[in-house]
């Protein structure tokens, strides 16, 4: 991937979300002096989104089991139950 640069936020970083399981939550978060809530997806078991990082999106929350890609390796998110 490519390095980002905030003036062209095209070539920002890229995750890719896997649901493990129905109704795993993804928040972006803005970025500048207040931290909000930017957009929200809700995946279910098996579904896939690939986000990418821009100017306006710092951060981002994912709340139940899934897989997530970046280019820093696999992370998995929720109870390993």
């Given at each position: 991937m490519?390095?980002?640069?905030?003036?062209?936020p095209s070539t920002g970083d890229f995750?890719?979300?896997?649901?493990?399981?129905?109704g795993v939550n993804l928040i972006g978060m803005t970025r500048g002096r207040d931290t909000r809530l930017l957009h929200t997806e809700k995946?279910?078991?098996?579904?896939?989104i690939i986000a990418q990082f821009t100017e306006n999106t710092s951060a981002m929350k994912i709340r139940g089991r899934a897989e997530i890609h970046t280019r820093h390796g696999i992370v998995h998110s929720g109870s390993t139950d």
């Open positions: 490519t390095d980002y640069r905030p003036e062209d995750i890719m979300v896997k649901a493990l399981e129905n995946l279910d078991a098996g579904e896939v």
